[in-house]
Antibody, heavy 116, light 110 residues
Framework: QVQLVESGGGVVQPGRSLRLSCAAS????????MHWVRQAPGQGLEWVAV????????YYAESVKGRFTISRDNFKNMVYLQMNSLRAEDTAVYFC?????????WGQGTLVTVSS | QSVLTQPPSVSAAPGQRVTISCSGS????????VSWYQQLPGTAPKLLIY???KRPSGIPDRFSGSKSGTSATLGITGLQTGDEADYYC???????????FGGGTKLTVL
């Protein structure tokens, strides 16, 4: 069955970097667009970024544009989120999400805490 | 403030029916499919409705979706205490080239 497993979260100081990873299995990864969605503590869902199946196009939320980079490795069935210049407001659970029929499969999430 | 507007909360008694609205614009709901998500406390969101009104396998027909113009609606009939959760609508915003979600609606089953 479809599985998405995120890793790489943790506590990081403001201004530092962190890279999140998402291991995908159970579907033909190279044909599916992949997204990152985050949820700050006690808040709603915020879409972060998307990468096309072949990696040819990437789009970002305004709040992370220029600081975050989404990428994927279709040989390893992995999607990544490189987060630079982190701010306190980036503190959230980050979900890796597949988009085929809607955002149909979500990982369990990985918590990123930006704090000094 | 979310681009898609949902009521912060709704409530109804067990067995009753409730609807949750999601209001957007011609650049998002008006030109793209809407999907709906249920999030139980401490868990990842779960897809309930995709492409405006389709249910994934395993989602009971108590859940339904509809869309008219720039607004969408999630309907839940035969409410159960287990339906208490946060519900989100989501779609693509064409002019922003970005995904968007509503602010979420907390459903209380009284």
């Amino acid at each position: 069955q479809v599985q998405l497993v995120e890793s790489g979260g943790g506590v990081v100081q403001p201004g530092r970097s962190l890279r999140l990873s998402c291991a995908a299995s159970g579907f033909t990864f190279g044909f599916i667009g992949m997204h990152w969605v985050r949820q700050a503590p006690g808040q709603g869902l915020e879409w972060v970024a998307v990468i096309w199946p072949d990696g040819s196009e990437k789009y970002y939320a305004e709040s992370v544009k220029g600081r975050f980079t989404i990428s994927r490795d279709n040989f390893k069935n992995m999607v990544y989120l490189q987060m630079n210049s982190l701010r306190a407001e980036d503190t959230a659970v980050y979900f890796c999400v597949r988009h085929y029929s809607g955002w149909d499969y979500w990982g369990q999430g990985t918590l990123v805490t930006v704090s000094s | 403030q979310s681009v898609l507007t949902q009521p912060p909360s709704v409530s109804a008694a067990p067995g009753q029916r409730v609807t949750i609205s999601c209001s957007g614009s011609s650049s998002n709901i008006g030109s793209n499919y809407v999907s709906w998500y249920q999030q139980l406390p401490g868990t990842a969101p779960k897809l309930l409705i995709y492409e405006d009104n389709k249910r994934p396998s395993g989602i009971p027909d108590r859940f339904s979706g509809s869309k008219s113009g720039t607004s969408a609606t999630l309907g839940i009939t035969g409410l159960q205490t287990g339906d208490e959760a946060d519900y989100y609508c989501g779609t693509w915003h064409s002019s922003l080239s970005a995904g968007i979600f509503g602010g979420g609606t907390k459903l209380t089953v009284l």
